[in-house]
């Protein structure tokens, strides 16, 4: 009877399972995605404490080895005083006795002397011719008026005393009793506040919880993330270090964004010893990035990630590196790439530009918002455009001469020109071809604006209404392009696009229909 309850009930379940209603089912997969999230965090957790015991044991060994360099190298300057302050007191010694010897032989030398003038004396005292005995006696007292014996000092040179060579330790005692752990600085705390993320740039502050005198410098370390929870043990970039900071302000310049955000922490050090870090904090930086998509590439370009270079060899080396590729490649589409994503998206299934259509785009669309990217030529490079289209133009379509593109040229051929193209309406640019051109959409806003990357100027402005996502695109003959991505819209260029039409620069319609 037992197992037909059971698959009666499993028969209930079943159904029951099948009338769920939507609504109940989303609300336990929430559950569910909370219970994993909350899971992931928690062994994130595990695996720190873990490394915090690890950490402590290390710590506390590398603590003891520490301070038995430190007792011995104190023993060693005791032992080394010891040893020089009695060499000091053998050679007083030495000059004490030396003088109360050399002082003994004047004696020793001063008596016999005398002695000798006392036996004469005494001698004398015997003379009865009073001739002789007057003789004697003169003799005898200018001796005596001559003898060592009376001009010797009968008074010691030195004393026997040695209390100056006593020491007395009862404060180096003292002091050595009062001896206790140097003080570890308290963590900094980070002023989120007050920190400041533009430019890429991030400027950090901190402050010192009380007032720490003590304090020599500070040490900032900050890492890349895409998680914008706790710091993780597995799978982050490791720390980055910048030492010895006076200040409690920082800025770290020229960083490229190509993470979600950046976790930074701060510590504070005295002459000896380093406190704890601060608690770390997360800002986020947030910017535009994208590779070159090689797979729908002109095959006279040679892409690799950033670069793209005119290849007059039609790309026939490249083809068989990926025939050779693509026999190894299995066709399961990766699990951690979803196929929604703005760059899988973007890659479509284009076909290859062809014809005179050398052109390469971004693998990732530009879909709402304001985005900044930059671009350097060759100094040799003939002939090249960059601008934006929007994802699927036709393999013999060029930059600029479509109603779906918008671009500048730069025609370095016999002689320069500099133009604004849109719908194969070109518009010259009588300004000089800067190194660098910096690239910013307001894809909301319907703006595509180029810039003088170095100096900020204005060169040229679009103005339209964007109505599908856009990819970067770039064309390029005789020579090669570098892309530097992971830029923030610079200040300047803010500043600029508040003043009515731009400063410095061109504002064309050209043919203002997307």
């Known amino acids: 009877m037992r197992p037909t309850a059971s698959i009666g009930l499993s028969k209930t379940a079943a159904t029951s399972e099948e009338f769920m209603p939507q609504e109940d089912r989303e609300t336990l997969q929430r559950i569910v995605s909370t219970l994993v999230n909350k899971n992931d965090e928690i062994h994130n957790f595990i695996d720190m404490l873990n490394h915090t015991i ?17 007792f011995d190298g104190l023993y060693s300057v ?18 004490k006795i030396q003088a109360l010897q050399d002082q003994l032989s004047q004696c020793s030398r001063a008596l016999e002397s005398s002695e000798e003038l006392l036996e004469l004396a005494v001698q004398s005292l015997d003379i009865k011719n009073p001739v002789e005995l007057l003789e004697a006696t003169r003799q005898i007292k200018d001796s005596v ?16 005393s040695m209390t100056h060579m006593m020491v007395d330790f009862a404060l ?20 989120v506040a007050a920190c400041l993320v533009a430019d890429n740039c991030i400027t950090i502050s901190w402050r010192m919880p009380e007032e720490d005198s003590r304090i020599d410098h500070f040490v900032l370390e900050y890492r890349k993330t895409n998680f914008d929870g706790l710091p993780r043990l597995k799978g982050e970039q490791r720390w980055e270090l910048v030492d010895y900071i006076k200040a409690t302000q920082y800025t770290l310049s020229g960083l490229k964004f190509d993470t979600k955000y950046m976790n930074l922490r701060v510590q504070a050090c005295n002459k000896a010893v380093a406190g704890e870090y601060s608690d770390p904090v997360t800002l986020e930086t947030k910017a535009f990035v994208f590779s070159l998509d090689s797979t729908s590439s002109h095959l006279n370009l040679k892409v690799e990630d950033n670069y793209v270079e005119w290849d007059p060899t ?35 299934s284009r076909d290859r530009f062809a014809g005179e259509s050398y052109t390469v785009l971004g693998d990732t669309a530009v879909e709402s918002g304001q985005h900044y990217w930059e671009v350097r030529a060759q100094k040799d490079c003939k002939s090249y455009s960059v601008g934006v289209t929007y994802r699927n133009p036709g393999k013999f379509d060029q930059l600029g001469k479509t109603n779906s593109s918008w671009c500048i040229h730069i025609n370095n051929w016999l002689q320069t020109t500099f133009s604004a193209k849109h ?21 909301d806003g319907g703006q595509l604006s180029f810039y003088n990357a170095s100096s900020k100027a204005l060169l040229h402005t679009f103005r339209t209404k964007f109505t599908q996502p856009l990819l970067p695109g770039f064309m390029i003959w005789c020579g090669g392009l570098t892309v530097t991505t992971g830029l ?13 039409n731009g400063l410095g620069g061109s504002t064309s319609n050209l043919n203002n229909v997307a």
């Open 54 to 70: 690890s950490n402590v044991q290390v710590n506390s060994s590398n603590a003891i080895s520490e301070l038995d360099e430190e």
């Open 78 to 95: 005791l032992h080394e005083m010891k040893g020089s302050m009695a060499n000091t007191i053998q050679q007083e010694e030495a000059r």
């Open 145 to 160: 008026t001559v003898a060592s014996a009376f001009r010797l000092s009968l008074k010691p040179k030195v004393s026997d």
């Open 172 to 191: 180096e005692k003292r002091m050595l009793q009062a001896v206790k752990f140097l003080p570890v600085p308290k963590a900094p705390e980070i002023d």
């Open 314 to 348: 039609g790309g026939k080396g490249q083809e068989k590196i990926k025939g050779k590729e693509n026999k190894n490649r299995s066709n399961t589409a990766s699990p951690k790439r979803s196929t929604n994503s703005p760059r899988a998206l973007a890659r479509g």
């Open 423 to 443: 719908n194969n309406k070109a518009k010259t640019l009588d300004i000089p071809v800067p190194d660098r051109i910096g690239v910013y959409c307001d894809f």
């Open 488 to 500: 923030q819209v610079p200040s300047a260029v803010k500043t600029l696009q508040k003043s009515e």
